[in-house]
DNA sequence: CGGATATCAGGGGTACTGAAATTC
DNA sequence: CGAATTTCAGTATCCCTGATATCC
């Protein structure tokens, strides 16, 4: 793949498909060990930034499908990082808050994250890494305005 | 997701995580109605830079995994686009060729590609453009070296 | 023999659709 | 009633492992 043909090494869409799937071999092998999954991280980091939350709502914060939602919820709860409440306002809301064992872990994770990070831009110097992130940032924001 | 956890906005590999699940939808949308996907294009994109090719020699250069290059191939052998013949110098290898009826397929795709390319990146200039190019190609070139 | 190629069976993760049950 | 939330069943696609057959 060293020697992909120009027609698709020029495609943005092909750099970014390829880019993701190596970001998310190492977010799985750099996970593993602490026995975590990405989502976990964004599901924890959703709740820290928000607060207690409603699966819905943290799902349309971290871009989690509806029926998703509740099986890695689950497992947050299994590991005793969150808990599930019916909200009394109303009864239809999960709200899922933070213990201080999720707290711990966010902040474990948080470390783990940003190292893999450093590894998946390695070959950027500081100041590129953040132009790669500011033009990112506005690709992204064009396709989920508001 | 426009209100994403800072935590999440700020890592390159969620950024690129969202964009890419963004551009596949982009690619399965444009592409769905001339009956084609991505990887048709790829594969054709690399027999028509490196000329025909064993179904190992196309897997490696445009990342395609040696287990899902069959079926794939053979989509392509069935609409036309490609013919396979085993190769008489190593009868182990099966050889693609592209047809006319491909090389006009290609031509088209690549219009369609683009197309999908600037909506992508609508948000940013044309220098931008080359540049969040550049700073992709040198992150994917670090992790694909040589 | 070792090594490479093609092929297939199957697993696992992810994104999604459709529908049901509950509650507002 | 319509609308929102949760939940589940099932689908599709993609990436990957393991195994087999064939051939160099």
Redesign the pocket.
Known sequence: MNQAPARLRRKPSWLI??IS?HA??LL?EGLAPVGA???HYAILATLEEYGPA??????QHC?????????M??ELVDQGLVV?AP?P????????TVTPAGQKRFEQLDTVLDEIQDNLVTALSPAERTQLVSLLTRVFNSHNPR
């Open positions: 498909s390829k799937l998310h071999r799985v999954r990405a989502y409603s699966q819905m709502a943290i799902g871009g989690i499908d509806r029926s998703d939602i509740h099986a919820v689950s599930q909200d306002q109303d009864r239809r809301r999960n709200i899922i």
